[in-house]
Structure formats: structure tokens, C-alpha cells
T-cell receptor, first 113, second 114 residues
């Protein structure tokens, strides 16, 4: 069964450093998403991406964040200068049509020290 | 505002019982709803979805009910098993525009004892 994969599973970084979280969406999907979940809290939407551009972004997704699809398979989330409050689980998701089910990856746990 | 919430943060049931997890949503424009299951350390896993033109949908051991009049969504799990223990989130899509955000509720932790 096809699935969304994410690397690394855990990333530890120092405050102010740049991090890149990587995702490989399901191969025939066209819509890609990033969500985050602070420990013990609900899942929060960050950004959606379609046709090589951002479709929608939340207030969380400020100028420190960027997304890219550098090739035909990867989808990345970059945080330019990490803050302590960026510590969370980051989930990538993809969907085939944009109007249906979003399939989530296993997440990357980001710890900012 | 846009918010999705669950009535109870925790639910404890005995193995074999039926479980009902409830969710209230606030956006009348939402056209699509999903229930996700999240086990510890894992990403949300799709359980079942329903569109706003339906009021009931059944899957394997699960049923989702949608009451648009009172903006209420519920997940029924039949013959609950220990493997059903997890956090359950409802999510809504507040617009009918493709590729847009899912808004998640706070989650209900289901504990199943044998």
C-alpha cells in the first residue's frame, strides 16, 4: 500500500539554525500539505501546495517557513531560523484530488534547544 | 470562527462495547469531514470520511453520523477492541476549494480495557 514517508524521524537543532524536513508524498498525488502538532495538542495546518505553488497557508506559516518541491518526488519544509516554540511533530500529507482524503506521513519530531 | 472540538477529552470502554466519540464543528460552510486515529508516536490515520450531502456513512466496524442542523459529527465504533485505543480527531474542511486545509479538533483519547 503506498504511503507518505518523512525524514528524518527526529531532528534536534540549536535555536537560530535552519532545518529542512523532507517528505515523499504518494506518487500519483498532486496536493501536498504540512501540518504540525505541539506535544499534547491538536494538529494544526501550516500550508498546502499544488502545481508548484502555495495554495493556502495559515498564520503560523510566516516568513521563516518555506516549502519546495525540488524534484518529482520530494516535498520539503524549511525553517530558516528555528525558535524554541517551533519544537513539535511536523506531518506531511498528500491527496490525489484535493477534495478528498489526506494521507499523513509518520512525522518528524523537531526539537529546538 | 473556525473551530472543531470534541465533547470529551477521554473515553474509557470495555472490550466488546460500542464506543461513540462526538465532535462539534462551528463552520456551516464545511463540506467535508474526516475522522482520524492517531496512535502514540505516529501520524494521523484515516478512518472514515463523510461529505455534507450525506448524514451517515458506514465502514468496517465504524459509522460516522453527520447532523448539519446542530453541526455535530460522531464516530461509532462497534465491538471496540484493545487495538482501537488511540487518540481520535475529527477534522473539517471549511471551504469547498480543492487542496485547502483540514481543521482538526482537540482529540478524544479512547482507552479500551480487556
Amino acid at each position: 500500500e503506498p504511503e507518505v514517508t518523512q525524514t528524518p524521524s527526529h531532528q534536534v537543532t540549536q535555536m537560530g539554525q535552519e532545518v529542512i524536513l523532507r517528505c515523499v508524498p504518494i506518487s500519483n498525488h498532486l496536493y501536498f500539505y504540512w501540518y504540525r502538532q505541539i506535544l499534547g495538542q491538536k494538529v494544526e495546518f501550516l500550508v498546502s501546495f499544488y502545481n508548484n505553488e502555495i495554495s493556502e497557508k495559515s498564520e503560523i506559516f510566516d516568513d521563516q517557513f518555506s516549502v519546495e518541491r525540488p524534484d518529482g518526488s520530494n516535498f520539503t519544509l524549511k525553517i530558516r531560523s528555528t525558535k524554541l516554540e517551533d519544537s513539535a511533530m511536523y506531518f506531511c500529507a498528500s491527496s490525489a484530488t484535493g477534495s478528498g482524503e489526506q494521507f499523513f506521513g509518520p512525522g518528524t519530531r523537531l526539537t529546538v534547544l | 470562527g473556525e473551530s472543531v472540538g470534541l465533547h470529551l477529552p477521554t473515553l474509557s470502554v470495555q472490550e466488546g462495547d460500542n464506543s461513540i466519540i462526538n465532535c462539534a464543528y462551528s463552520n456551516s460552510a464545511s463540506d467535508y469531514f474526516i475522522w482520524y486515529k492517531q496512535e502514540s508516536g505516529k501520524g494521523p490515520q484515516f478512518i472514515i470520511d463523510i461529505r455534507s450531502n450525506m448524514d451517515k456513512r458506514q465502514g468496517q466496524r465504524v459509522t460516522v453520523l453527520l447532523n448539519k442542523t446542530v453541526k455535530h459529527l460522531s464516530l461509532q465504533i462497534a465491538a471496540t477492541q484493545p487495538g482501537d485505543s488511540a487518540v481520535y480527531f475529527c477534522a473539517e474542511r471549511p471551504t469547498n476549494q480543492a487542496g485547502t486545509a483540514l481543521i482538526f479538533g482537540k482529540g478524544t483519547t479512547l482507552s479500551v480495557s480487556s
